[in-house]
């Protein structure tokens, strides 16, 4: 079956752009997350959608960041007046929700702040 | 505070070579603690989920055991396509999980 896609795969941007970053969960998840990887780091939480609960957003690094989930499903990350730091790997993830169900990730999107 | 640690951050094995991953965790309340494994431009592959001391689950070359304190990923006999960064993570509430930097591992042909 079809796993998360993410889009696009690469996104190269002037600092001071928007952009947004999207997301396809597997169908009948309920649970989205993102994380944001840097080069050699870890994963860094950013958000978290549970049906329709109010997301839990306290990841979020600044107010520059916001996400929204329409219709349960597909999910737009939003990056306002992007900053040089701001460039790394945008991760996906969902899942079947509840304690204990593994998350399933796409490949990312790269994001580049020139 | 809830932590996960992983050793060693990389590992060079020659084909063959068993070896051992580590991942150290403090957390109130595991509900449960997951191993990936992920290739370079990819996303993270869910290989194992472990919920209580003393279980342990296989998969192909891969062996993950948990402890109240500790999680081994076991891999025997590894091949060049088992290099990959491996990572875990515990999950302590309904939904927020705390991630390991993980281990880069290179299996040398």
Redesign the interface.
């Known amino acids: 079956g079809a796993g998360?896609s993410q889009s696009p795969s690469n996104k190269v941007t002037e600092k001071g752009k928007d952009v947004e970053l999207r997301c396809d969960p597997i169908s009948g998840h309920t649970?989205l997350?993102w994380y944001r990887q840097s080069l050699?780091?870890?994963?860094e939480?950013l958000i978290?959608f549970?049906g329709n609960s109010a997301p839990?957003k306290s990841g979020l690094p600044s107010d520059r960041f916001s996400a929204e989930r329409t219709g349960g499903s597909v999910s737009t990350l939003t990056i306002q007046r992007t900053q040089q730091e701001d460039s790394a790997v945008y991760?996906c993830?969902s899942s079947l929700?509840?304690?204990?169900s593994?998350?399933?990730?796409?490949?990312?999107t790269r994001l580049t702040v020139t | 505070e809830d932590q996960v640690t992983q050793s060693p951050e990389a590992l060079r094995l020659q084909e063959g070579e068993s070896s051992s991953l580590n991942c150290s965790y403090t957390v109130s309340g595991l509900?449960?603690l997951?191993w990936?494994r992920q290739d370079p431009?990819?996303?993270?592959?869910?290989l194992f989920?472990l919920?209580s001391a003393g279980e342990e689950k296989e998969k192909e070359r891969l062996k993950a055991t948990l402890t109240k304190k500790e999680s081994f990923l076991h891999i025997t006999a590894p091949k060049p396509e088992d290099s990959a960064t491996y990572?875990c993570?515990v999950?302590a509430s309904?939904?927020?999980?705390i991630?390991?930097?993980?281990t880069k591992l290179i299996i040398k042909p």
Do not use: I, M, S
């Open positions: 998360v649970a997350y050699g780091q870890g994963l939480f978290y549970q839990d991760l993830a929700g509840g304690g204990g593994p998350l399933h990730f796409g490949n990312g | 509900r449960g997951f990936y431009g990819k996303g993270p592959e869910f989920t919920y990572l993570a999950q309904n939904y927020q999980l991630w390991g930097a993980g």
